[in-house]
Every structure is written in C-alpha cells, then in structure tokens.
C-alpha cells in the first residue's frame, strides 16, 4: 500500500490539470497521503501555479545543491551548505515579482551569482558576505564584503533587478 500511495503523490502533474489554487486544493484532497504530507504538496503545488519565477528559482537552488566536486570539469567547488541556506532565507521572504528577472547561477568557488536579465547587475553571494556591481543611469555602482542579511539583501534585488 506505501508504494502505491507513494506512485499515486508522484504523477499528478500529467494525470490532473493544475491551473489555480483550487486546482491544487481539489487534488490535494483526492490523493491518499498523510495529512502532513498534503500540506507539503499544496505548499509546493501553490507555489507553482500561483508564483512560476519563485518556484522556479526553488527549482533552481535545488539543482544547484546537488553540485558536486568538479561539477563544471574545470576544479569547481560544490556550493557551499551556508550559500544554499543563504539564498533560501531570500526566497521566503520574497514575493514572486522579486525573481521575474533574475538569473541564479553557480560560480566556481562555491558562491551563487544572480544575474539581472533586465539591468544587467550581478550580485554574488557568499557565505557570510555579498558582493555587486551595476550600471544605474550611466553611473557604475559596486560594493563588495557586505555581511550579509536576508532583508538587506532582498532590498538590493529589488533597487537593481
């Protein structure tokens, strides 16, 4: 019965059409699971459909922390575990419009750069400390060892993506 209920959570997203939070919630409750595996789903599944650019930088962060040793053939580090933790505590506290332009990408020295698709600033985040660079209004900007806080640096996304 376990692997079958475990089958059953894992192939909704072709056998039922998910569009709206109501979507989600009349799935959720026609799937048997744990209660608090079906809170599980519908927190992930609502994020999905309702904020498609935060999902997909979940997505992206959980790719970039199966990144092992060498992963780019050249001597790359594996992201750091405080990176990782870092950029998670951005996301929940941000709102689906703070990632419609940003681009997460892994660097070789176990850092994430964000990359904005619309101004073209970059901000890469360490362990402790982040580091930017941009072009404001003609006017080139930049700081680096910048300790880093959630807060502070969702207010940096913000002014420059």
């Known amino acids: 019965m376990e692997d079958n209920n475990i089958k059953m959570a894992s192939e909704p997203a072709v056998a039922y059409p998910i569009t709206s939070y109501t979507d989600v919630m009349e799935y959720i409750h026609s799937i048997h699971i744990s209660r608090e595996d079906k809170e599980k789903v519908a927190q992930r599944l609502t994020v999905e459909v309702t904020q498609p650019a935060l999902a997909e930088a979940y997505d992206r962060i959980d790719h970039l922390s199966t990144l092992g040793i060498d992963w780019d053939g050249h001597g790359a580090l594996p992201i750091s575990f405080r990176v990782l933790k870092n950029i998670k505590s951005v996301l929940m506290i941000s709102q689906n419009s703070d990632w419609e332009h940003w681009m997460i990408a892994p660097d070789t020295n176990a850092t994430i750069d ?23 209004n003609g006017e080139r900007l930049g700081e680096s060892h910048i300790d880093f806080k959630p807060e502070a640096f969702l207010e940096l996304m913000r002014k420059l993506g």
């Open 114 to 136: 964000l990359e904005s698709e619309k101004t073209g600033a970059v901000i890469s985040l360490g362990a402790y400390e982040y580091s930017y660079f941009a072009k404001v």
